[in-house]
């Protein structure tokens, strides 16, 4: 028996006057998944604790079968993880943004985020402009001075590891919620380690702004990584073994360390593939098949993980989200269920969306989202298409850590 998680992160989304009051999962064409969900089971489901805030860290904890009002200390130490990156006693870990800041003559203060990921800004670039900040004996200093040391990961995504840090009171936002904002009601604050954090990012955006790279982004009509973005603080994390807990072996196919982190931190080998992006470009087909290939070497699970839809709607681009379900559909979950056909094996799919992102705001949300679960040996009877308001009308789950279980056949 083989069991899958499809995500298809932040794809469920709130009806856009645009798309005639539908949402993106609604407008999109996508028979394969509408077909399953005929076959399947159709309901909604909490990913996030109320009170807790929205993200894919405390989403896809839940999805993996954790309740991150219990396991959640932070974003970064989970990518940290990830990325190989190994936490001491007393260190704090920090996400470190590439985000693109507003041009003009204006003050740091007053300058808008028009993107949180340095305008999609590709690895082998982010690695350069970040290579020449750290070079900068202006920045080394400060670095040094606020014991700060940097990792490098081919993305916007960077790590930063903080040695003896009191962070008690720190509030560090992040900027995918904040699009189109000024920065001086969002920077960093509420401990005195703030102020240093602040003080490398004014600077950055000094050093940065005007480098070789980013003129030649604006040339290209593309927005510059013209600054970095401090947040998702947390300490070391341990969670309990996936096999203990579940008793099921396998691995996370994924283009973000975050859910590499979460794979590595629970036991799980985690994967990629040369051409997986997490953007709109990514090679769909290449994690599938992936993915297949895991499974026929002897894998009983494994979690598929596609970031192109959050990343399109934080982009403001509704058309690429529509284009990235309906990618998923056709360039992924059709092949996934052809070639676990093939297996010979029965297996149990589960879809779902790790969290709302909206359309309206470019933002993360924490309402229900749907949820598509679909067993190849058995016509569980949903007859509805894969849509939130469908998702709706079926069982409802409140604590969505519990949701795995139900995927395993526990209950």
Wanted: hydrophobic content about 35%; overall charge negative.
């Amino acid at each position: 028996m083989k069991y899958v998680i499809v995500i298809g992160d932040g794809m469920a989304d709130n009806p856009v006057p645009e798309l005639g009051g539908m949402t993106p999962l609604e407008y999109a064409r996508k028979p394969v998944m509408d077909g399953l969900a005929m076959k399947g089971e159709l309901g909604s489901v909490r990913t996030i604790p109320e009170g807790v805030a929205p993200g894919s860290d405390t989403a896809i904890l839940s999805v993996f079968g954790y309740d991150p009002r219990k396991y959640f200390s932070g974003r970064s130490p989970l990518e940290a993880a990830g990325s190989g990156v190994s936490l001491e006693e007393g260190d704090v870990s920090y996400r470190c943004n590439m985000v693109a800041l507003e041009d003009g003559d204006v003050p740091y203060r007053r300058k808008k985020i028009l993107s949180h990921s340095g305008g999609s800004i590709e690895g082998e670039s982010s690695v350069a402009l970040m290579q020449s900040l750290l070079a900068d004996k202006r920045f080394q200093k400060l670095a040094e001075k606020n014991r700060m040391a940097f990792h490098l990961n081919p993305s916007f995504r960077h790590i930063a590891v903080q040695k003896g840090a009191d962070i008690k009171g720190l509030v560090a936002i992040p900027p995918h919620d904040h699009l189109g904002e000024e920065v001086g009601g969002l920077l960093p604050a509420g401990c005195p380690a703030a102020s240093g954090i602040n003080e490398m990012m004014e600077l950055a955006h000094q050093i940065l702004d005007k480098h070789p790279i980013n003129e030649g982004r604006r040339a290209e009509g593309k927005l510059p990584a013209n600054g970095i973005w401090i947040w998702a603080e947390g300490s070391a994390i341990a969670l309990p073994d996936f096999r203990e807990k579940y008793h099921k072996d396998g691995f996370v196919m994924s283009a973000v360390p975050l859910v590499w982190g979460i794979g590595a931190l629970v036991g799980l080998r985690y994967m990629t593939v040369p051409g997986a992006t997490g953007e709109l470009d990514t090679d769909f087909e290449g994690k599938t098949d992936g993915v297949l290939e895991g499974l026929a070497a002897g894998a009983d699970f494994a979690l598929l993980h596609i970031e192109a839809p959050d990343e399109c709607t934080h982009n403001g681009d509704t058309k690429g989200k529509i284009q990235a379900i309906e990618w998923l559909d056709s360039r992924c979950v059709s092949r996934l269920t052809q070639g676990l056909d093939k297996l010979g094996e029965g297996f149990r799919l589960l879809i779902l969306s790790d969290h709302k992102t909206l359309t309206s705001n470019r933002g993360h949300d924490g309402e229900p989202v749907p949820y598509l679960l679909y067993d190849s040996r058995k016509n569980l009877g949903g007859g509805l298409a894969y849509t939130e308001a469908n998702g709706a009308k079926g069982p409802y789950l409140d604590e969505g850590w519990r949701l795995i279980g139900h995927l395993f056949e526990e209950w």
